[in-house]
């Protein structure tokens, strides 16, 4: 009855799907007036097709200032700015933007319009007609994980923060646009709802394969998400720009050395998936089902808890097998503190996720939220040992 | 789940939110409310004018009293009271609406907190002394009232109309300008709409102040109920200054009236 079906890697697809386009920086300038030192100075950069590219450093170093001027909502001073083969520096602006989708933090949803409405907007400009838009808008909120009949025609205040972000991400994908910014998108909700947006947007990457560039102050967050990490210093100067893990392994220099900051073994915790790690297997058992026999196989596995399944394969709660030994029937209620990941959850996700519920392991979900096994804190400090071990070496 | 408040990946009904529910029931319960008090005050005000009309009929009144109080001259009054409030009013909404836009653009921005504060300082200034001058300078009659009026009742619209699209979100601008929409189409689609609440109660205050100022016409030929009020004032004749008197404070009830049922129904919906 346990299962812990093998599920590829997130990393590990090799020819994905790539929708973006590459970004070309050369030579940007941003100085605003009545300030004697550029908030960009003569930054190059390069940002390659599908690659998600997150900014990080010090807080009025640039970076927004940087990420604005992608869409133009900021207009440099000097410098060319080209999306895949067109120089779009001297594009008109507003015809620009409806090929780039822009995602602010919680979301910037219009609030006295529908959900529908925010995320029609690009397409409604575009002049797509009624029934396209309609079709379009469903399609976006499955894909941000909102059921379109429960939220299509909710307004932005019915919903809950992290809901709030689903629909802003929704809105700024309603076009298909290549190019994807992001701007401290995650900033303002809690962390386990900031770990399932980050999930999700990893899962939906992994579809589009847009060019995302991100900005954020959480440098566990940039290791989680990005194909690569740009750290800057003041004046939005590259200080390195690579792989994440590049830079935990080879930080260049002091700056980035503080940065990345003296758990280096314990940011590994960031790059390596659920996915990654050997899952515990596990008894499971349907909501209902007749407790004896749960418990004889439980015991029989050596397992001294049970993970409750609902109807559709979801994990509601996980009883020890005392408890259910106490019952006739395996509970059906929901345990709404049960501690849960993803597949595309970092072990520092888990670990928190673990922390945050006082248990000792979480249980891991696959496709479709059905089980995919669990994992324990034994798995987590395995990692971090043999992350030590190789520092050593 | 774990998250109890998000919905699961999948869409599957995850249960509204006790604290949702409550919030929509209160909501639908502060909108029965308002109209419940919506229709509290034609009532009130119905109840005004059958009052008077009784003590017309049963008073006993001298011949003058008689006359100023027929039922042709109190009409007259009224119509020329409400045309004038009418006739200020579009233009204070013509005029005032859109130079509180205009002093909110990029542009012109670094004048509104100068113009809020002359519009604060010019609504304690009082209006017999606006009418007085402008008479003075202009003449006497409908037309020097009216802009008077205007230039009086702009003040509110003015400022609201400021104020509201001030109190725009500013990442909610952006965010518009972001996907590419023009600033006019922002403007139109999420400043104004946002602003509306606001905004209109400007207007209401400025239609109640209207009804109200409308009264001193009388003193430079403008006509309107504050004539019966003068009358009654000069020739000692308090039957007169009080219909006056509850007459425009009916009308300043009607017109508030009027404006809180525009700002109900225009209100935005999820706000
Ligand atoms: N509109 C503006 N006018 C003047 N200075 C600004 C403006 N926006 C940002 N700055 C300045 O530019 C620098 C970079 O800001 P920003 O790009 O917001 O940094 P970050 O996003 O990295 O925190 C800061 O010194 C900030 O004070
Ligand atoms: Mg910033």
Redesign the pocket.
């Given at each position: 009855m346990s299962e812990t079906t093998s599920v590829p890697s997130p990393g590990a697809t090799g020819d994905r799907n790539i929708s973006g386009v590459s970004i070309r920086l050369e030579g940007v300038t941003k100085r605003?007036p009545g300030?004697d030192r550029a908030?960009v100075d003569d930054v190059s950069f390069e940002i390659a097709a599908g690659e998600t590219v997150m900014f990080v450093?010090p807080?009025?170093?640039?970076?927004?200032?940087?990420l604005k001027m992608l869409n133009r909502l900021i207009e440099p001073t000097s410098g060319r700015i080209h999306l895949g083969d067109e120089d779009v520096t001297d594009q008109d602006a507003d015809q620009l933007r409806r090929r780039i989708g822009y995602v602010i933090q919680a979301g910037g949803l219009f609030p006295h319009m529908t959900v529908a409405a925010n995320v029609g907007i690009v397409p409604r400009m575009l002049k797509w007609d009624r029934q396209r838009i309609t079709e379009r808008v469903d399609e976006l909120l499955d894909l941000v994980g909102l059921d379109p009949a429960v939220y299509r025609d909710r307004y932005p205040r019915e919903l809950s923060g992290g809901q709030q972000q689903r629909v802003g991400v929704a809105r700024a994908l309603a076009a298909d646009p290549p190019v994807l910014l992001m701007d401290e998108p995650f900033g303002a909700v809690d962390p386990i709802t900031r770990q399932r947006l980050q999930d999700e947007l990893l899962r939906i990457q992994e579809e589009l394969g847009k060019t995302i560039v991100f900005?954020t102050h959480d440098f566990d967050e940039a290791l989680k998400l990005g194909d690569k990490i740009a750290i800057?210093d003041v004046g939005a100067r590259v200080v390195q720009y690579d792989t994440p893990e590049r830079i935990l392994a080879e930080p260049a220099g002091d700056y980035v050395a503080d940065f990345v900051g003296a758990g280096a073994t314990l940011k590994q915790l960031s790059l390596t998936r659920v996915a990654d790690v050997q899952l515990e297997p596990v008894t499971t058992a349907l909501a209902g089902a007749d407790s004896t026999a749960v418990v004889a196989a439980a015991q029989a596995a050596g397992d001294d808890f049970v993970v409750v399944l609902d109807g559709r394969g979801r994990p509601i709660s996980w009883p020890t097998v005392a408890e259910l030994s106490r019952t006739t029937t395996v509970p059906v209620t929901v345990d709404e503190r049960l501690p849960v990941v993803g597949l595309q959850s970092t072990l520092n996700d888990a670990l928190d996720t673990m922390l945050a519920a006082s248990q000792g392991g979480v249980v891991v979900t696959g496709r479709r939220d059905s089980l995919a096994g669990v994992v324990t804190v034994e798995t987590v400090m395995a990692v971090i040992q043999q992350a030590r071990a190789e520092v050593a070496r | 789940m774990t998250a109890a408040t998000e919905a699961r990946p999948d869409g599957a009904p995850d249960g509204v939110p006790a604290e949702e529910t409550a919030r929509q029931a209160d909501d639908s319960a502060a909108r029965d409310g308002g109209w419940r008090a919506l229709a509290l005050q034609p009532a009130l005000i119905g109840l005004g004018v059958l009052a008077f009309l009784v003590w017309r009929a049963t008073a006993e009144l001298s011949e003058t009293e008689d006359r100023q109080l027929g039922a042709t001259v109190l009409w007259n009054s009224i119509r020329e009271h409400v045309y004038l409030t009418v006739v200020a009013a579009v233009v204070v909404l013509l005029i005032a609406i859109p130079l509180g836009i205009a002093l909110t653009r990029p542009r012109l921005r670094r004048f509104s907190p100068l113009v809020i504060g002359v519009a604060n300082t010019g609504q304690a200034a009082p209006a017999i002394g606006l009418f007085v001058l402008l008479a003075t300078w202009l003449g006497f009659g409908f037309r020097t009232t009216v802009i008077a009026l205007v230039i009086y009742a702009a003040l509110p619209v003015l400022r609201n109309t400021m104020v509201g699209l001030q109190g725009v979100d500013a990442r909610l601008v952006e965010a518009g300008r972001g996907m590419g929409m023009s600033a006019r189409s922002v403007l139109l689609r999420v400043e104004l709409p946002l602003a509306v609440p606001v905004l209109l109660a400007g207007v209401r205050t400025a239609l109640v102040l209207l009804v109200g100022t409308a009264t001193l016409a009388t003193f430079i030929d403008g006509g309107g109920l504050g004539v019966l009020i003068n009358t009654g004032i000069t020739l000692s004749l308090d039957s007169l200054l009080i219909s006056g008197a509850v007459l425009v404070a009916l009308l300043a009830l009607a017109a508030d009236w009027l404006g809180r049922v525009v700002e109900h129904v225009a209100r935005p919906k999820g706000l």
């Open positions: 605003y300030q908030a450093g807080s009025g170093c640039g970076k927004t200032t940087l900005v800057f | -």
